[in-house]
């Protein structure tokens, strides 16, 4: 099977990107940020709150994250319900990147996320791939671009849903979640050993696109 990760922090278009590229590989999509999502659904739902490590525990081992693929798109199942259309908030945003910084949180996913690789040939993205999840992945690739700029790119994005955040609002948590992401001890965002970096600050999304693709077909 091949296996492409793909890691970098928020908003760096990673999903739009690596969707679509999948999608022409004729791949599979994986987005491990969405399980970690899920799993923060569980405990908000459940009333916990991030600091409560023991709570946060329980919570997601009451849990079960499960993937399915409609009409080839990724469908989060919490318990046997899609909960796509509940993962996208700002608070659901926080708590996965809080929660995600538990060892025994990252461990109940890993399973889940390494099958898939090991059944199907997939595109997979987050923030610990090409380092922990997949260390022998076939292409690893970083990708990111400045931070205003993924702000702007956020701030366009939730627009269209009413959102009343400015965009300096969203740059602020931009930079809060990276930088939990990148300073905690248990996997942190890094950049892989032989990943190419890819800095989308100043490519449109086609042009992203076919650099990934590109960088995709030299390598496998
Ligand atoms: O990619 P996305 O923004 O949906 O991820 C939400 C959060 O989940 C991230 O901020 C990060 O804390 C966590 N995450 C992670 N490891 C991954 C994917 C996501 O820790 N592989």
Partial sequence: MINIAIDGPAGAGKSTIAKEVAHRLSFIY????????????????????????????????NASVTIEYVNGEQCVQLNGENVNPYIRSEEVSKMSSSISA???????????????????????DGRDIGTAVLPDADVKIYLTARTEIRAKRRF???????????IDAIEKEIIERDNRDMNRKIAPLKIAENAVLVDTSNLSIEEAISTITEIIHDRV
């Avoid at 538990?102 to 461990?107: Q, V």
């Avoid at 366009?156 to 400015?166: A, G, H, P, T």
Wanted: hydrophobic share 40%; proline share 0%; net charge negative.
């Fill in 30 to 61: 994986v987005d491990t940020g969405a399980m970690y999502r899920a799993l923060a659904l569980a405990c908000i739902r459940d009333g916990v709150s991030a600091e409560d490590k023991e709570g946060v525990v329980k919570s997601c081992e």
């Fill in 102 to 124: 538990y060892g025994e949180i990252r461990s109940m996913l890993l399973n889940l996320q390494r099958n898939l690789a090991r059944n199907n040939n997939v595109i997979m």
């Fill in 156 to 166: 366009e994005q939730l627009r269209n849903k009413d959102s009343e955040l400015s």
